[in-house]
């Protein structure tokens, strides 16, 4: 399965952006997807995640409230709407999905593939 992050972009503090996340390849609807990001000089953190059918979501506690994700199944593409940005949003956001189907986990070793990221930067 390949999975292709969109929506890199630059946008000012209190802006907003969405990230999509395509796959192709496997089913989509049997995978649950997760976001994540990784801002320079720091490790990957958990962002985000969405059961298969997306009526189980997760978040971290920097997102929560500000960042919305998503899913359309017949567009096999996953979302991240991200609102009222900071500039310690600033980070290489990647997808992943698992095939633990349910799972809203935070954990990346759940994730079974991924995309290679999209940039983010969020100016004060």
């Known amino acids: 399965v390949q999975l292709q992050a969109y929506g890199e972009g630059l946008v000012q503090a209190g802006g907003s952006l969405r990230l999509s996340c395509a796959a192709s390849g496997r089913t989509f609807s049997n995978y649950a997807m997760g976001w994540f990001r990784q801002a320079p000089g720091k490790e990957r953190e958990f962002v985000a995640a969405?059961?298969?059918?997306?009526?189980?979501?997760y978040y971290a506690d920097s997102v929560k409230g500000r960042f919305t994700i998503s899913r359309d199944n017949a567009k096999n593409t996953g979302y991240l709407q991200m609102d009222s940005l900071i500039p310690e949003d600033t980070a290489r956001y990647s997808c992943?999905?698992?095939?633990?189907?349910?799972?809203?986990?935070?954990?990346?070793?759940?994730?079974?593939?991924w995309g290679q990221g999209t940039l983010v930067t969020v100016s004060s």
């Open positions: 969405i059961s298969w059918g997306g009526r189980s979501t």
């Open positions: 992943g999905i698992s095939r633990y189907r349910s799972t809203t986990s935070g954990l990346p070793d759940d994730y079974d593939y």
